[in-house]
């Protein structure tokens, strides 16, 4: 018999992703946003498990991505990154290095929850978690700059 669970981390260790992207958000008072989200793309000629990840994790949308011409699977609400992705993956670990950018999404999220995203010095210790995280990506913002911002909002 199928373990559907077990597959679907299998499936997302190859191609789904955990990322913390921050932004300038003048309106915040640190001046910079930090969204966390998962995400799965597949071609939509390929999307059966994409389609069945809503009814797994009971949240979530399902868009095409015109970037790349897939259909996407994301969840962004912080409250239900904490309450059914992080505890299936917890559940069902990963099995590649894609483990330890989990870990650290994780980290985020629950500094998210206690308010850490708020305060320069949370978004400064945020910022060195993610300087760990998804090193074959790329980032809109360095770090650096980033911390050269905090350093003047701290004052």
């Known amino acids: 018999m199928l373990d559907i669970p077990s597959y679907v981390s299998g499936y997302v260790d190859g191609e789904g992703c955990f990322c913390i992207s921050l932004r300038p958000q003048p309106r915040i008072r640190v001046g910079w946003e930090i969204r966390p989200s998962f995400s799965v793309s597949q071609n939509a000629d390929r999307a059966e498990v994409v389609n069945l990840l809503p009814f797994l994790f009971g949240c979530g949308t399902i868009r095409p991505d015109r970037s790349d011409k897939t259909l996407k699977f994301e969840v962004r609400s912080l409250r239900n990154l904490l309450e059914a992705v992080i505890p299936f993956f917890e559940a069902y670990p990963l099995l590649s290095s894609k483990r330890k950018d989990f870990e650290i999404f994780s980290e985020v999220c629950r500094r998210m929850l206690l308010g850490a995203h708020l305060t320069a010095s949370g978004v400064e210790s945020i910022c060195d978690l993610l300087e760990q995280m998804n090193s074959s990506g790329s980032r809109t913002y ?14």
């Open 142 to 155: 360095e770090i650096g700059m980033i911390r050269a911002i905090l350093k003047e909002v701290k004052g």
